[in-house]
């Protein structure tokens, strides 16, 4: 299970809270992996329970005490371990509804498919505009050695993440094109 490996990795660089941790998945990880924050903390709660994190409570005086989660010895290793362990398959698993509807999509209304497709463009074109966005350079202000390392791949997993969203829109657009031509 992969969000186990992104908090321990997301943990293994700083002390997070779960709101935080969310935030951090949000901002530098959506690319890769999803998560909502109720999984995020049913996760937290499981690698709590399996001695591979451990919280303590900070109190603050104006607001809700905030629960602080810290990666453990044992929790570095398993991450270490899960890190030089890759996996036999490097492809990712097939699951994509959408295009089990496009393949049926004789079924319906080109009306239909024409507009699904549109929402296909938008939705990419806006998580892309979201990647565009993302400034390595703030993110990383004051880089250390392993912070320029890190940072060197964010880059690769953002960069395959916008040629991906170009694939996919570029794709989406060829089949709008397509529809136009009659069918004989």
């Not at 002390?15 to 996760?43: C, M, N, P, V």
């Not at 890190?83 to 393949?103: I, V, Y």
């Amino acid at each position: 299970m992969s969000l186990k490996f992104g908090i321990l990795g997301l943990l293994s660089d700083k002390d997070l809270t779960g709101y935080a941790l969310k935030k951090e998945f949000d901002q530098s990880i959506s690319h890769l992996w999803t998560a909502s924050q109720s999984q995020i903390y049913r996760e937290l709660n499981t690698l709590e329970k399996n001695e591979l994190i451990f919280s303590r409570i900070e109190e603050q005086p104006d607001r809700p005490d905030k629960k602080i989660y810290t990666i453990t010895p044992v929790g570095r290793t398993a991450f270490q371990e899960w890190l030089e362990a890759f996996p036999e398959n490097l492809s990712s698993a097939k699951r994509d509804t959408f295009m089990l509807h496009m393949l049926f999509g004789s079924a319906l209304p080109e009306e239909t498919i024409r507009y699904q497709l549109h929402r296909f463009i938008e939705q990419k074109k806006a998580y892309l505009k979201l990647i565009e966005g993302v400034d390595l350079e703030a993110y990383y202000n004051d880089a250390s050695r392993k912070e320029l390392l890190d940072k060197r791949y964010m880059r690769f997993t953002l960069k395959r993440a916008l040629m991906s969203l170009e694939t996919l829109i570029e794709w989406a657009e060829w089949c709008l094109e397509e529809m136009k031509e009659d069918v004989k």
